[in-house]
């Protein structure tokens, strides 16, 4: 990795600061290294629009990795071999890790871990909502893994050029994983896609209860054509001005809706919407429209699931309080262990 | 709201021969936590030969208001760069100085010693 | 695969090959269920990472021990399709999870012993239970570096971690002899000197885990009671229930295929 050789936890000086210089001559500097493709690092002044899209981006896909651990970890005990549990552990874990890397990465934004997983379990801030939906059976690891992890890839493989230097170093590392968890859940959906008839029907069960989540809350509302795109489209395009997203939301959705079609057919399985068909005039596949009712039910993170995930989490983070007490006041206790030269 | 756990910077060197180079960071309370946070984060693939943390603290980076008066002076100066002069021997055999091409190679430069 | 009966040298190490990978799936199932539960996401990691492991050296085993006992089960069938009565784990790890001080008090007793009785039977007569205990040795002595750090960070943490990791280590130790116990077929392997019982670790087990509670400034309680009959197959009430989570979709979908 490339120059992140600042402390990258430093909260970044900009803002307080640029009070003092010729804003605008700030905001000229900002742009120019936009323009020049040039990545903008935590030392360097933004915007505080910039800024808060980054904190609110970053936080809303860390909080997703950690809350997207629990309706697959909910199956760890459950695998049905013990090489598929040792798979979904390594996965499992994979997440915790990519959690990890976005919070330090929204860090160096001037935020606090802590202060993000408090507005996490405060309901101030939200994972998304793709996650709030009960993993039913031993398929739907397989259905998530295959569609949702496939719709991340497709969202995230440009958030590795991102303008934003620790966001897009955290995403290469974060996208070298998830390329490989979509083909886990495919291998996965085919070994259930060939095995008896019931194992089969519960596969179909899970990519029809998956699959909306996936097209619809994983890529966002729809920001292209027409009035539908409404707010959608200007936060798209503020976005996209300020190099954070290099896509539309409907871009990547019909982009992840081309992948998955053929990869369902050599599954034997089918993807809930009758719509699907090629159309050779697009060069794409067409999909049914994207429901706005979806996004209304989803978006207030309200359902009986989202409310279960969040107390979840919250109660793991409550009950472990007196762990991390107790590792604090080891360390000051401790100044050796705390990384200070013994006295 | 405690600030919660310290930060600290990792280094990876991932096998022989190589420098450690930072591979990002992690918060703990104290050292062996933090190496433990490393490990699990950045070594569960391959097996590294060797793991540093460093409290960030402890990290200090030419301030960025200062990087000019720093850095300013290795513009203009060609003659430090590989390619600018005749290579040895290329005379008459048709060889051009394509200098910039390897100029940059060393751009990233770690700025972290590889001995302790 | 040969279809004549299995030697009683390598009945033996099926059987003793059965005993280590029952309490490694075991010890792994339950670690399972911390994770999204840990106190802290580097937590979450570092407990998966273990039962990683575990679950690595139980597949390894259970194998191991399906071709030695002349069955040919896989590790699947052994795992899956056995009842309660025909584990062989120790009660100690099929422990309830308790508090994360209870796991680590677990994890202490166990990493400790599990890396000595490994080492040793790395020099066993059985190549590939050698070969594999050879790599878990290693393995578990991350394991046991993770167990120590946290007896001692919560031995000498607060007045509440005190308590806590005192009250875990009084649960947990009455179900530490056990895993020093032999059965039959472990004693056959060492007096036959191929292959060193678990008792033989007792002493520098006891050495080490004391060093560990003393430095974290706590005592082991004194010996008195202690728990048996998991190598048996006399389990606890909650083992039932462990296995039936642990076998629910396996057995749900017979002639499946994962």
């Known amino acids: 990795m ?5 402390a990258t936890h430093d909260p970044p000086p900009g803002g307080t600061t640029g009070a003092e210089r010729d804003e605008a001559d700030l905001l000229t500097r900002f742009e120019a290294l936009l323009a020049a493709g040039e990545s903008v690092e935590p030392h360097d002044w933004v915007p505080d629009g910039y800024r808060r ?10 909080h997703s990795e950690i809350i997207g651990m629990q309706p697959e970890g909910a199956w760890l005990t459950r695998a049905p071999t013990l090489y598929r549990k040792a798979v979904l552990l390594a996965k499992v874990q994979d997440e915790a890790g990519h959690g990890l890397y976005l919070y330090s990465a929204a860090e160096t934004l001037g935020v606090d871990r802590a202060d993000l997983l408090d507005a996490l379990h405060r309901g101030r801030q939200h994972s998304s909502a793709a996650f709030d939906h009960p993993a039913l059976t031993w398929a739907d690891t397989g259905a998530i893994a295959w569609l949702t992890d496939g719709a991340a890839v497709v969202n995230q493989a440009p958030l590795c050029r991102t303008s934003y230097g620790p966001y897009a170093r955290a995403m290469r590392r974060v996208c070298q994983e998830e390329g490989f968890h979509v083909q886990q859940g495919y291998d996965q959906l085919l070994a259930l896609s060939r095995g008896t008839p019931e194992q089969k029907r519960m596969a179909q069960d899970a990519v029809d209860r998956w699959w909306l989540p996936a097209v619809a809350l994983m890529f966002g509302p729809p920001d292209t054509g027409g009035a539908a795109a409404g707010v959608g489209a200007a936060t798209s395009r503020q976005a996209m001005a300020w ?18 079609v053929p990869q369902a057919r050599e599954l ?21 429209p994207v429901d706005w009712a979806c996004y209304r039910r989803a978006l207030p993170g309200d359902s009986h699931c989202a409310r279960r995930r969040i107390a979840h989490r919250a109660a793991a983070h409550r009950e472990g309080a007196w762990v991390r007490e107790a590792a604090e006041a080891y360390a000051r206790r401790s100044p050796e262990a705390a990384g200070e030269p013994a006295a | 709201m405690s600030a919660g756990p310290v930060s600290w910077e990792v280094f990876l060197c991932p096998r022989r021969g190589l420098s450690h180079s930072h591979v990002g960071s992690v918060r703990a309370a104290d050292v062996r936590l933090a190496q433990a946070a490393a490990r699990d984060l950045f070594a569960r693939r391959g097996r590294p030969q060797s793991l540093w943390v460093v409290r960030s603290q402890d990290v200090h980076a030419v301030l960025p208001d200062e990087k000019d008066p720093y850095f300013a002076a290795a513009d203009g100066k060609p003659f430090r760069r590989p390619g600018h002069f005749t290579a040895l021997g290329a005379v008459g ?5 394509d200098a910039d091409a390897d100029a940059d190679e060393d751009a990233d430069g770690s700025g972290v010693s590889d001995d302790h | 695969m040969t279809t004549e009966a299995a030697t009683a040298l390598e009945r033996d190490f099926a059987r003793c090959a059965l005993r280590l990978g029952d309490d490694a799936l075991v010890l792994a199932q339950r670690l399972c269920t911390w994770i999204t539960r840990a106190p802290t996401l580097e937590e979450d ?17 259970l194998s191991l021990s399906g071709r030695l006992d002349g069955t040919g089960r896989t590790e699947d069938e052994l795992a ?12 100690l790890a099929e422990l309830p999870n308790g508090d994360f001080a209870v796991t680590i008090a677990r994890q202490l007793a166990f990493s400790h012993y599990a890396r000595l009785h490994y080492a040793d039977l790395a020099g066993c007569a059985e190549p590939e239970l050698a070969a594999l205990a050879g790599r878990a040795a290693r393995e578990v002595d991350y394991h046991r570096l993770h167990a120590d750090g946290w007896t001692v960070r919560l031995g000498l943490g607060t007045e509440e971690s005190r308590r806590r990791m005192q009250d875990g280590l009084d649960l947990v130790w009455p179900y530490t002899a056990e895993l020093f116990a032999a ?30 509670v003393s430095r974290a400034g706590l005592r082991l309680p004194e010996p008195g009671w202690s728990a048996d009959g998991g190598r048996e197959g006399l389990h606890s009430e909650e083992f039932g229930a462990l296995l039936a989570e642990m076998q629910s979709t396996y057995r749900q979908y017979p002639g499946g295929a994962w």
């Open chain 1, 2 to 6: 490339t120059g992140a050789k600042q």
């Open chain 3, 183 to 212: 059965d039959e077929a472990v004693a056959r392997l060492d007096a036959a000197g191929a292959g060193p019982a678990p008792a033989r670790v007792l002493e520098r087990w006891r050495r080490a885990t004391a060093e560990t």
């Open chain 2, 93 to 97: 055999a048709g060889l051009s100085a």
């Open chain 1, 53 to 62: 899209m980054l904190v609110r981006q970053i936080a809303q896909h860390a």
């Open chain 1, 268 to 288: 034997g399985l089918t993807l809930p919407d009758p719509a699907i068909r090629w159309n050779p005039e697009r060069g794409h596949h067409d999909f049914g």
């Open chain 3, 45 to 61: 990691l570092a407990l998966s990472n273990i039962a990683l492991d575990l679950v690595g050296h139980a597949r390894a085993l």
């Open chain 3, 80 to 91: 899956q399709l056995r009842d309660g009565r025909e584990f062989r784990n120790t009660l």
């Open chain 1, 243 to 260: 190099g954070v997203k290099r896509h539309t939301n409907d871009e990547l959705r019909q982009r992840f809706v081309d992948l998955c």
